[in-house]
């Protein structure tokens, strides 16, 4: 019998809620109504279902189906849904009673703009659908409902704008997405692994954002957004790599102010990636290239150091990305003060205590600090690595490793993909470049719809 | 992933394997470095070429906590210049940056000797900077970085024009522009180092000009025909001219202007050559006679003049452009003077007009 299975299947768990009942009316018939304390709105489901029931023998709740497989029903149930099952039936009726608790929409944690909406991404799936669909407010929005995870079956949506998105990248995301292995859905990594073209990549081939608009701005241009629940955010799939450099700054400023901080972002992380090894392979193997003055300087103030040149910035970069680490780790009351003095204090008794040389300080700093600059979180990430690579080959081979290394760098980007599109698409002629790249230019000079 | 793996592979063992073929840059800590800063080139009658540097290695800290800066000397033969470095670089206990040399000095009798094989090994190096000064010894380059090292006298090189009590008399030449002067030709000129005696030690200063013709070192410049060539070549903005009684003036905005005066039967044939040059003057001190000052000035600048051109004719040199002027003036009676023209220029009689107004 269909309620003996649900009963089976779902065990003895103190927050099932399973109440047996008599429906009044003209036939009374011996029901059960089952759902889980806590994710469903029990004073709904009593109000518009069981009282009327009870009184009347019949319901007037709106939103609910017939379901027959006991695995969709229980899936409801665990959702949030209540399922009533008539004695003998073998089919539930489920009703979409949800009422779990939820964060309210709230303004974005790490991609706050001034000039913009204050809305972001919440964990419940319908909310966002909700905040893209109040945007978006054409027929040819598409969502597409899929379930990841082989045991977990949570609940994700592919969104597209039907004309506007390529047919064949949404049947490769929907693919994709399909093939997620894992039972669970522990982190955003397993659904972006699922999503790259090479798993391997240190650079991200997937774009996450916690604003509706902007993603709503990618889905206009014909991208595809997948939002899951349980995760305030959604993806972005092809993400190429000047996306990583936009943020939703440039377009609410003024064009000429938007292309300079976007210039300055380029620079910034230009400058992150080389300057440490630059500074190695000068100091290390190319001398005749600084000034006589700053040359004296630095074999100064290197002149009671034991470590060499490499050892001293390979080391105070790590420790930087410890306190980075460190950092995100505390609480916010001590977190502060602890940044400050790993910094300061640490930093300058390390000076102190001849462990470094100041110019290391300042070249360490420096870069951190131009690091920062990138407004995308997972491309930052890849630059903390890929510093680390250009330094080594730095310290193999001064300004020829470091030439290497960026050569490699560049041949790398140019024939990694996301979703088959090139990663450095932005960047294939010097129009497209300009237009919406390393610039941004003046509204209708962009070209849209570039996958 | 397999292939990546092994182009990175192959990538590590070609750059190990240059690395131990010294292909690449050699490491060197920045503080094993010895900042050089003078290099010297002398010719070395047994060996061929000595090369001569002076140094400076930190030797710890006095008693309020400062560097305490020592400078050495130190030479080495070679059958070349190149040679020579290579063999000094390999004796020098720590790594020689030569790349810090900010004066190079070439010893008189490598310069006679042909210039464009030294200067050829500096501009190859490319360690070496083309902004660093140049001079010419009158002597050895190798004495000259002794004395400098032993009298600490560096300072007089970097304070070089504006060192109060010893006027140089000439303008630095870095070594890019004597490249560029040798490329052009004609004959020019190279500052030039004295061995003087100052406070009874001897010192290296720089004192006038040594006078390349042909690639060559063809003579020296005393520094009062110095002061001449500074005025007609416009190589200093301004010039101090001194009167025997004291008084003083410091002549600006001096102009020149070379004539051209031919035969009137052969219009190919040269007849004089009349300069003239005009220059205002603001008088330092007139010792009491400003009437007389302006004649009196007149004939001390002229007489400057005259010998820079006397010089010049005594060399059998026109480093001072002079046909340079012709050529670019009169290009077809240039074409039948040229190849003479040393000789032409030295019997030809030079007029010389001197007007100035007095600030």
Redesign the interface.
Known sequence: MLLEQIKQILGESGDIIKLDFMTGGVSPRAATIIAVDGLVNTRAVGVEVIEPLTLHGITWFAAQKEESNVNEIVRSILSGDAALIFDGEEKATVFDSKGFSLRGISEPGQENVIKGPKDSFIEAIRTNTALIRRRLNTPSLRLVDVKLGKEAQTNAVVVYLDGKAEPEKVQEVLKRLEKVSEKFIKSTSSIEESLKDSR?SIFPQVMYTERPDKLCANIAEGKIGILVDGYPLAFVVPAVFNMLFQSGEDYSQNYAHGSYVRLLRYVGAFLSLIIPAFYVAI????????P?NL??S???S??A?SF??FLEVFSLLVAFEILIEAGIRLPKSIGQAVSIIGGLVVGDAAVSAKLISPAIVVVVATTGICGFVVSNGDLANSFRITRILLLVSAG??????LS?GLI?MLYYLCQTTSLGAPYMTAYKDGDSAIRDGLLRLPRGRHKTGRN | ?KQSIITVLI?FVV?SVM?SARY????????L?E?VFVLGIDKHEEAGSRVSILYEK?EGADEGGD?VNQKYTDFAEGSSPAAALETLKKRFPR?M????A?YFLIGEEAAGENLEKYTDFLARN????LTSSIFIVRGEAAEACRILTETRTLDILRNYGEYSGINAISRSMEFYELLSEMAGGSAFTVPALVFKEHSGEIIVVPSGYAVICGGALAGFLEPDAARGYNLLTNKSVYSTVELADGAAARLENARRQIRFEWNEDDKNLLKGIVIDVSFNTRIIDSAGHDSLFKKEQNRVIYAEIQKVIAASKKLGCDFLGIGELLRMRHPVRWERLQSCWNEIYAGTPVKINISSEVR
């Open positions: 391997w100091t290390t193997f190319h001398h005749e290239m600084l006589t040359m004296l630095i074999i100064k290197k002149q150091v060499t040149t193999f081979a001064g300004l020829y490793g290497l490699f | 992933m990538v750059i690395s690449f840059p050699r490491m060197t800590e920045i503080t470095a900042p930190i560097d790594e940056a030569v790349s810090t900010e490319n360690t070496l900077r």
